[in-house]
DNA sequence: ATCTACCTTCCTAACGGTCGTTAGGAAATA
DNA sequence: TATTTCCTAACGACCGTTAGGAAGGTAGAT
């Protein structure tokens, strides 16, 4: 499927230049077509945006349930701190994520709405299955120091922000670096 | 001086559209001057660009330093806190610090080592400068828990970027949330 | 089985527009 | 007099987009 191929070189783009830096002509001759081949699978530029933004959440998305799925045995640290590894692993040469990171913080100012629409409900659904999951957990392993869950995920979720743009902008080591430095702490402070 | 209000227009024009997406006419326009008189001021679009990050991460680096400095006598605990509710004052309607944080996570390509020159030594500077405050505060208050003041200091500066990635996104209601939800935990995994 | 109509996909050519930049000169400042 | 600052005019390059048509496949009717 041709509209899949312009699809993912769409995303590599504009999380390379961005929505304002990426251009059309680049994209088509990656792909193999010229420019206006792309006008007949998209209805254009910011079409093309939208949609590469909407299957970049919804692979993200999978993934994401997915590692939490496998780890449903594990116990809640390895659980928590694993998935900072999982997420290293598998955004190395991944322009998927660094296009989400970008598309969420600097989004094209005429798309801000669409862009709002689409993000929202992505960490509001990351916020509450992970207060779930702390509930949950907390029911059997009473390790929490806290049982304000929703605090303590939306916490989490900072923690991993925080790290996350350290992965996209400088790299995998200096990540491991910061994660190491930040996750004993965090924990300390998470459990009794 | 005209020079520097093209610098500062520039700042939230680079901050609001990125580099790509800021175009100097209308940076001219909103300074009240035809595009070519920027070349009067500036090599191109790329020394403006440079010499704005230049600018913004001085004033920045001295907004900071004033900050603890002010705070010196107080404890660690408001001393750490405060420089979030600070920096939630000062970053509002400042678009310097937007420009900082997109130059810093999504520089120009072609500008990608000459940004890297600029943020490399701030970076460095604030973690040790941080990690120093940690040693000289844990001589008196003796409060901490560990003593490796340097992963303290880089947790410490993963949690304000985690935060202030927030700020920028989605504003400083949503910035308060997650700073409410991330301190006490944190500054609990901290301390004995 | 063949013809017809239609739709998808891709092309070349070209559109109007904006971009960053330069040339060259006028006015102001020192 | 020399230098800085600003202007108008224009440059070539690239932008996203559209027009119009060729090629190919598909579906239904004959």
């Known amino acids: 499927m041709k509209a899949n191929l312009i699809l993912q070189t769409a995303v590599s783009h504009f999380a390379k230049e961005g929505y304002a830096g990426a251009s059309l002509s680049k994209i088509a001759e990656e792909v193999g077509i010229k420019k206006p081949s792309i006008y007949a699978h998209y209805k254009g530029k910011d079409d093309l945006f939208i949609s590469a933004l909407h299957y970049s959440l919804d692979t993200q998305k999978a993934q994401i349930a997915s590692y939490f799925y496998s780890m449903k045995n ?102 491991n670096k910061r994660l190491h430095a930040v996750w004993p702490i965090f924990w300390r402070g998470l459990t009794k």
């Open 74 to 175: 594990e116990p809640l640290e390895p659980l928590l701190f694993g998935y900072f590894e999982w997420f290293a692993k598998e955004s190395q040469d991944n322009e998927r994520m660094k296009f989400i990171l970008r598309a969420a913080y600097f989004p094209p100012l005429k798309l801000e709405k669409e862009v709002g629409n689409l993000f929202n409900p992505f960490f509001d659904n990351m916020h509450l299955h992970l207060t779930r999951l702390l509930r949950e957990r907390h029911r059997h392993e009473k390790v929490l120091y806290s049982d304000d869950f929703s605090d303590m995920a939306l916490a989490y979720l900072t923690v991993t922000e925080g790290t996350m743009t350290e992965l996209v902008y400088t790299g995998v080591e200096r990540y």
